[in-house]
């Protein structure tokens, strides 16, 4: 009876210490796998973070928000492919403007030679950086520039004869070939709205050919050789980029060379 006696205790400190144990690997497995993951994620934050500076002539330490959303990376990793990135870049040089750029990619293979299934971005000009465009917006000198409803609004003052004659304009922007087209889409003299077509044959038609022909700045010639420009609009008080990438690789030429405009 003594030797049963002491050896039922010596069993639960045999079991407290299998529990003990199986607790402890547990948590190291749980510690392991959340470094992992951490571990996987700021090696993709570093490669998503330096193939942007590439692409965008950014500055090696340009801020970004990357965010690889909630799902597991150590599983995404396994499977060759990281299911979806949302970076977020202020202040990014397209030419004289400065934009604030959203980008969004999907399906984007650990093979940096493989292309991503989509990628699209938006690139947001506020009023300030698009009156750096005045001289894409017109062949004359402008006294004010703004953003409308879907317009971009201008002004100057044209000299004929002996007056001044207060001119503005209504220019709409569009996507072609890489270009920003502007577009005038009214006309105002002296408060009255006049038809475009009167204006350019009448006695100002000289210089309102140069007000009011249609101008381009090209964004193609600033963006990666891979991205598109698809779509212009005003909205929102910005001038607004849509762009889109095909057979974007992020180890390939596509995104460190340079488009062209057609």
């Known amino acids: 009876m003594a030797d049963a006696t002491i050896e039922q205790p010596k069993k639960r400190r045999r079991m407290l210490g299998w529990g003990i144990a199986l607790v402890v690997l547990v948590v ?42 909630p799902g597991s990376m150590l599983l995404q990793a396994a499977s060759g492919a990281i299911d979806r990135v949302d970076v977020g870049v202020d202040d990014v040089s397209l030419g004289d403007l400065s934009v604030d750029l959203d980008l969004s990619a999907a399906g984007i293979p650990l093979d940096e030679t493989q292309t991503t299934d989509t990628i699209a971005a938006t690139a947001t000009v506020d009023e300030a950086n698009v009156a750096k465009l005045r001289d894409y917006l017109s062949g004359i000198q402008l006294d004010s520039i703004s953003l409308g ?6 002004s100057t003052t044209v000299k004929a004869l002996f007056l001044s004659v207060p001119v503005s304009a209504s220019i709409a922007p569009s996507a072609a070939d890489g270009d920003i087209v502007f577009t005038p889409k009214s006309v105002t003299v ?37 991205m598109t420009l698809d779509d212009v ?5 910005n001038l607004v980029l849509g762009l889109t990438g095909e ?12 488009g062209t405009c057609g």
């Open 28 to 69: 190291l497995l749980v510690v392991g796998y959340f470094v992992a993951e951490g571990a996987v994620r700021n090696y993709a934050d570093g490669v998503v973070h330096d193939q942007l500076v590439t692409a965008f002539d950014l500055d090696a330490d340009h801020p970004m928000q990357i965010d690889f959303g």
């Open 149 to 154: 409803d879907g317009v971009i609004d201008v």
């Open 190 to 226: 002296s408060g009255a709205e006049v038809s475009i077509d009167d204006l350019l044959s009448g006695p100002l038609g000289s210089v309102a050919s140069g007000f009011l022909g249609a101008q381009s700045f090209c964004v193609a010639q600033y963006l990666p050789a891979a």
């Open 233 to 237: 609009a005003v909205t929102g008080g």
């Open 247 to 258: 057979n974007v690789a992020l180890g390939g030429s596509g995104l460190s060379d340079k």
